[in-house]
């Protein structure tokens, strides 16, 4: 059976303030598929993913970009949520006097145009809790106030629960937490990820990928993917690491 194509990246380059940070990506996502981007701090994980998303510090110089179809790349930052891309943060925002449950019906409202009928809303909202252990009264606690680490990473996947995108892009929702939060965060991924949609973990560790198989794994290393392959690629770079297969591109071995 043919899969539908959700992402196509084409030679992708972003500058941040004037410097390149990402330098020729291209990547293809088809529907069902987690891909993960691993590579070190400033490899340009994370670029790629607010550039993605439109955050306007990221500025795409060349390169196509198509979700589901359709030009991504002249959509603002809204349009682009409503398209239906996803983007769980490294660092979640706290909106002090905005409930959780309140944001989300909110959110929900804004992508689908229409609002959700409550007793609906309800049913869903507390069977995604309970899937990802969030206690029933977060949800007249306002967002991310005075959360822990693991409850923001939990609300972001709960957030991508209910939305249900095309496309998520999850940027480092393993980073701060313990094996416990872990687990959950990742049993939500699996039980949760769009079933018709992509998803793409961006990360520095295998760990994350012990529960959650990828599809593919692809390999950043100053700006660029300079390796691809199946879920046994993270395997080999928790054995060999970073700085050994950046000295196998830095001598123009072919990887």
Known sequence: MNKNKILSINNLHVEVAGKEIVKGVSLE???GEKHAIMGKNGSGKSSLANALAGHPNYEITSGTVELDG??????SATERSLAGLFLGFQYPMTIPGVTVANFLR?????RNGVGIDIKNFRKVFKE??????IEDSFATRYLNDGFSGGEK???????MAMLQPKLAILDETDSGLDIDALKIVANGIIESAPKDGGVILVTHYQRMLDYIKPDMVHIMIDG?????????LALELEAGGYDKLEATVSQGVGV
Do not use: C, F, H, P
């Not at 359709?70 to 959509?75: F, G, Q, R, S």
């Not at 995604?128 to 252990?133: D, E």
């Not at 660029?224 to 046994?232: H, Y």
């Open 153 to 159: 990473k939990r609300l972001e996947i709960l957030q």
């Open 128 to 133: 995604k809790m309970k899937l990802l252990k």
């Open 29 to 31: 996502i088809n529907s």
């Open 224 to 232: 660029r993917i300079v390796k691809t392959g199946g879920a046994e």
């Open 70 to 75: 359709e030009n991504l790349l002249d959509k």
């Open 106 to 110: 909110a959110a929900i409202k804004a």
